[in-house]
């Protein structure tokens, strides 16, 4: 979860329209923008965003370069250092960046990587066979987005260096002494005229070198984080069985030991590993040459086709099944399975600079041919691996049959149907969802005093009775039986699971606000949970926030009203205030009058929020499992481990 700071991002394009003061519009009109300046200009285009997410993208890029030398069979360590929160250093052991100058233009290759875009060895398939960064815009948008940016390589026998500001080189490309290795050193300072925040997100960059290491067996990964005094080395041989088996060591799997395959078809590595637990929902981690393609493609459409053909095969071969009408749907095979699935070809087809999803067609029925036959292969030698998995899928079959029923009859009640509004609703009158917000308040104390503070134009108010049903562990039937769930779902519009439409949702920015205690953290947890299980695309796109109402109010002589949100903001403030203070704990909303409850909580421009979003989401699924389900054990074992992280608790 980030605070949130309002920004608008415009699309981005190298050609810019501009008019004149009078309002002409001629071929002076026409901007066009040289070099970098596209980037600088349009940053989010590039990058996706300028905020935390964006700035973080930066180092990915150039770590990503490294990670390419590795797999190309040049580099056997990265290192990456945090300097300062705004200053980090990528180190690799590779080729270098070729320092000799550019047949065309003049310049040494490094000096064109760094300064063009759609420059860079990605093109050319005897320097690479696979690479994440095939577009030649990564290293020269971090180059164009930073303050400062320093390249050190060593090739050749030599160490060079060249600096750069803002994309411009400041130095020329500089012999600095003899050395005897090679590599490449970026070190750059994100540019404060272009990110909201410049500080780099140590935990977001460290889970990710881990997730690197793993992806990539033997290659030593290091970081350091230099301000704390912090260094870890990340090096997993076991690969992605490891990583799976790291995930869910806390839960409870069908098998003991993930499946595993690996080999090639089609001209495209493929390795995978899979296992099935004892939850509902699906999580299949992707990775396209170590990229990470967060909303899948057609590797994993080949991956889910394939696993589907097999089990049906091999179901129908045992007698399980007799003809179509019994056949297993892919929601049926898919429940439960937890699987990584990792690939490396030759010019992936990504959608956008960010790469969230692989649209090579072919890599569909490499991977769908590679899961057929390997996977056919095993269940034929292992017959008792075949009789769990679609015993496994005929109790998932049943279930969903049974939540059909039980969703039909909450249909035909009308209790999921955006044209039912909820009667406790107080929903405001705008009807644009991107300019309206719904408050989802704990108890009828707190949703009265939000009725009284809230922005009738733009704010809705649903106030719930107490905790929702936890639905980490309820069936489906016991979850669309709720009154407060239907008043949820109702609400919202947008159905939920299959039904799931995000183009009805009624409201852009949900907000979770309830008290600061126990009870309301607990409350807070069970939402979560609900969306994240039932409403994920809710999660993906940014739409959940958590309102902050202040902890404390100081009365004073001289200070007459001072609102403090957290126990340090309490002793900053009262170490500066002289004489008698007063000092009031609010626990509760409702002990909040209206008026104070929307100064400190939901003015728009007061307002202190946190947006939730998720960047590991295999991390989250396991963290909602161990919090909200079945299993007391681990559910203990990670309180243990995390009390002294916590904040505010109310005892």
Not at 220 to 230: D, Q, W
Not at 450 to 465: D, E, F, G
Not at 602 to 624: C, P, T
Request: glycine share 8%; net charge negative; aromatic share 8%.
């Amino acid at each position: 979860m980030v605070e949130e700071k309002e920004k608008s991002i415009h699309s981005s394009e190298d050609v810019v329209m501009e008019s004149t003061n009078n309002g002409d519009y001629n071929a002076s009109s026409i901007r066009v923008l040289e070099g970098l300046e596209a980037v600088r200009k349009r940053p989010a285009m590039y990058i996706g965003s300028t905020d935390d997410r964006g700035l973080n993208h930066l180092a990915l890029e150039i770590i990503d370069n490294c990670i390419d030398e590795a797999m190309a069979g040049y580099c056997t360590n990265i290192t990456v250092e945090l300097k300062e929160p705004d200053i980090i250093s990528v180190i690799d052991d590779g080729r270098g960046f070729p320092v000799d100058l550019h047949p065309d233009l003049g310049i040494p290759g490094v000096t064109v990587a760094l300064t063009m875009l759609h420059a860079g060895g990605k093109f050319d398939a005897n320097s690479y066979k696979v690479s994440g960064g095939l577009h030649g815009v990564g290293v020269s948008v971090v180059n164009a987005l930073s303050e400062w940016l320093v390249v050190d390589v060593k090739r050749d026998g030599i160490l060079y260096r060249q600096k750069f500001e803002r994309g411009d080189p400041v130095t020329d490309l500089i012999p600095i002494e003899e050395t005897t290795e090679t590599g490449t050193q970026v070190t750059f300072k994100p540019d404060t005229e272009i990110f909201e925040s410049t500080e780099f997100n140590s935990t977001f960059i460290q889970n990710r070198l881990k997730e690197l290491a793993f992806l990539n067996r033997n290659l030593k990964i290091r970081y350091i984080n230099y301000p704390n005094s912090f260094g870890v080395q990340y090096l997993f041989k076991g690969g992605i069985r490891e990583y799976l088996g790291i995930l869910h060591e806390k839960e409870t799997s069908l098998f003991q030991e993930p499946i595993y395959f690996e080999g090639e078809v089609m001209d495209v590595y493929i390795e995978t590993t899979f296992n099935y637990l004892r939850k509902s929902d699906t999580n299949i981690l992707s990775f396209v040459n170590s990229i990470c393609t967060r909303d899948g493609g057609t590797h994993v459409n080949g991956l889910k086709s394939g696993l589907l053909r097999v089990i049906n095969e091999k179901a129908h071969m045992l007698k399980y099944t007799k003809d179509e009408k019994d056949l297993f749907s892919s929601a049926d095979v898919q429940e439960g399975l937890s699987a990584i699935l990792n690939t490396r070809l030759f010019e992936p087809q990504f959608e956008g600079q960010t790469k969230g999803r692989l649209g090579n067609s072919k890599v569909r029925k490499a991977v769908d041919t590679f899961i057929y036959q390997n996977f056919s292969f095993l269940l034929d030698r292992n017959p008792d691996i075949a009789k769990d998995i679609i015993e496994r899928c005929l109790i998932t079959k049943q279930a969903r049959e049974d939540a059909q029923k039980a969703r039909d009859r909450v249909l035909r009640k009308n209790f999921l149907s955006s044209s039912v509004l909820p009667g406790k609703l107080a929903d405001c009158t705008e009807r644009k969802p991107e300019l309206s917000e719904i408050f989802i308040v704990e108890g009828n104390s707190a949703g009265g005093n939000a009725k009284q503070a809230r922005n009738r134009h733009t704010q809705a108010i649903l106030p719930l009775r107490g905790k929702i049903l936890n639905v980490e562990k309820a069936t489906m039937d016991r979850i669309l039986s709720s009154a407060e769930i239907q008043a949820l779902i109702s609400a919202l519009g947008t159905g939920i699971g299959d039904e799931f439409d995000y183009t009805k949702l009624r409201y852009h920015k949900v907000f979770i606000m309830t008290d600061a205690d126990v009870d309301g953290a607990h409350i807070r947890t069970l939402l979560l949970t609900f969306f994240y299980r039932f409403m994920r695309p809710l999660v993906d796109n940014g739409n959940i926030y958590i309102a902050q109402p202040p902890l404390y109010l100081i009365m004073s002589g001289k200070k007459s009203e001072i609102w403090c949100f957290s126990d340090e903001e309490l002793n900053k403030e009262l170490a500066t205030i002289d004489g008698k203070v007063e000092i009031q704990r609010y626990k509760g909303l409702g002990e909040m009058s209206a008026s104070q409850l929307a100064d400190t909580t939901m003015d728009i421009d007061k307002r202190v929020i946190l947006k939730v979003n998720v960047d590991d989401a295999l991390e989250a699924d396991r963290i909602f499992t161990i919090l909200m389900g079945e299993e007391v054990l681990p559910r203990k074992q990670f309180i243990q481990a995390h009390a002294q992280e916590v904040k505010d608790l109310d005892i």
